[in-house]
């Protein structure tokens, strides 16, 4: 009878380990199943923070420190690093996110639908409904509706470098081989359809005959109010203000009453002797300092693409290249390589540097310069540990829609403007702007730079940081 009990306690404590065994398999395979969380990369957080922080400096402050606003036509001011800063980390996030997602058809309905969300938000804010600060208003009128912006540039670039990313990424399961050049080899196909997009945007550029075109002038401070100006060109390959070839595609395809009515340009000599800052025209000055002129138009925007492709090559470096000495000397390496050649063309007059085109040198300049800040942060942050340093733009970068939305694209100054005591203009914030700022320093140009770093960029990163604690971010 003994025998029989240990022969059934045996039996039983065999069942017992079979079924143990049976369920560590089922655990690993929930946990083989179940994505991992990776570990976001602060100095790219930090990066696109600086960069959201930027964009407030100098829409804010710009008008008084022309300085750093969007150089008039040539050139490139601190305002002009803002766009390829936010394509190039757009490009960085591509290769780092859509490796986390195997299936392609699910990724591609991401993109698509992240695509759309930007478009929206980007015509919402930038299309006219949402009105200057001191006019108090919302509402457009569709005839004039402005269609392109710096999101929907954003959209246009993310969906065509996504796409690519995800059509030819069965390169990323594969070791990389050794030698510098291994990484382009890798994803070759990533550089053919960025050559492609080259020739595309070079060739109608310099290509395209521009004919002479006339605008009918909407600004009622203008004596021509009202009145239907000619422009005279009748000519092909140039890049002046008003006979270039992107201007040209965006009056044809978007017409005319849907481009950006205040362009840079109106703050060049030509237009104003106040140069660079604004004010009232010349008395000679030419007829097309009063039309309107798109700087995220479609042909720029084409050539914009290239920021992203170039940011994409970083991540996969990133992704790739597991020590940091061979991340750091092929970022630093092309990122000088870029900025020498948009300089040297830019230099030699070959291809000015210019934003409102979007031109080659004005690529490599920017795109260089993204490489060599990119790397600046990824030594200080990643290698040295003093993340602790950048904290506040650590903590934009992580909201960085909500902050682009509330201080750039200036939602909340309107809410809170829309509060007022007797006249439109005695509001808190003018109130502190007034007082604490420009009343203390007695300068309205150095109050103005002290109250968008102190009451809107720092402001806005104390919040980020407390929505951060509390795990709140806008993510599209």
């Not at 993310?158 to 994803?187: D, H």
């Not at 040297?344 to 004005?362: C, E, G, M, R, W």
């Not at 100054?413 to 003018?430: C, K, Q, R």
């Amino acid at each position: 009878m003994l025998a029989g009990m240990k022969v059934d306690m045996e039996q039983e404590q065999q069942q017992q380990q079979q079924h143990v065994i049976v369920e560590s398999q089922e655990v690993e395979k929930i946990e083989e199943v179940k994505p991992q969380k990776t570990k976001r990369v602060a100095s790219l957080d930090i990066f696109r923070g600086l960069t959201v922080a930027l964009m407030i400096l100098v829409d804010d402050a710009g008008g008084e420190w022309p300085m750093i606003g969007h150089a008039p036509w040539n050139g490139c001011n601190l305002a002009d690093f803002v766009m390829p800063f936010f394509l190039f980390i757009v490009g960085m996030a591509i290769a780092l996110a859509l490796k986390k997602i195997p299936e392609k058809l699910v990724a591609i309905r991401k993109v698509i639908l992240r695509t759309l969300k930007l478009l929206f938000w980007g015509i919402l804010l930038q299309g006219g409904y949402f009105h200057d600060l001191d006019k108090l208003k919302f509402g457009v009128d569709m005839n004039r509706i402005r269609w392109c912006g710096i999101l929907q540039r954003i959209a246009l670039a993310y969906l065509v470098v996504a796409i690519i990313e995800i059509t030819t990424r069965q390169a990323q399961a594969k070791e990389l081989p050794t030698g510098w050049f291994s990484i382009f080899k890798l994803y070759c196909w990533k550089w053919v359809i960025g050559a492609c997009v080259l020739v595309v945007y070079l060739a109608t550029l310099y290509g395209t005959y521009v004919p002479d075109w006339n605008f009918v002038v909407q600004n009622p401070d203008s004596l021509d109010f009202g009145k239907t100006l000619t422009v005279t060109c009748n000519v092909r390959g140039h890049l002046d203000p008003p006979c270039n070839a992107v201007g040209y595609v965006d009056r044809q395809v978007l017409g005319i009453n849907h481009m950006y009515p205040r362009p840079a340009w109106k703050r060049s000599k030509a237009c104003t002797k106040s140069s660079p800052y604004e004010g009232p025209f010349r008395a000679d000055a030419p007829s097309w300092c009063w039309a309107p002129f798109e700087p995220e138009g479609i042909l720029s925007s084409i050539s914009a693409i290239l920021s992203t492709v170039l940011g994409v090559h970083f991540g996969h470096v990133l992704i790739h290249m597991k020590d940091h000495s061979s991340r750091l000397l092929h970022w630093v390496g092309m990122g000088i390589a870029l900025l020498v050649l948009g300089i040297i063309l830019h230099f030699t007059d070959a291809i000015p540097l210019n934003k409102q085109l979007y031109t080659v040198s004005y690529v490599c300049v920017t795109s260089g310069a993204a490489a060599l800040v990119f790397s600046a942060f990824y030594i200080l942050v990643d290698i040295l540990n003093w993340k602790y340093l950048f904290l506040p733009l650590e903590w934009i970068g992580m909201n960085a829609m909500l902050v682009y939305v509330m201080a750039a694209a200036e939602i909340f100054s309107g809410f809170i403007n829309g509060w007022y005591y007797e006249d439109p203009h005695n509001t808190l914030i003018y109130w502190i702007k007034k007082h604490i700022f420009i009343g203390v320093w007695h300068s309205t140009r150095v109050g103005t730079l002290l109250y968008v770093i102190f009451a809107e960029i720092l402001f806005w990163a104390i919040v980020a940081g407390l929505l951060h604690r509390l795990g709140i971010y806008w993510k599209l």
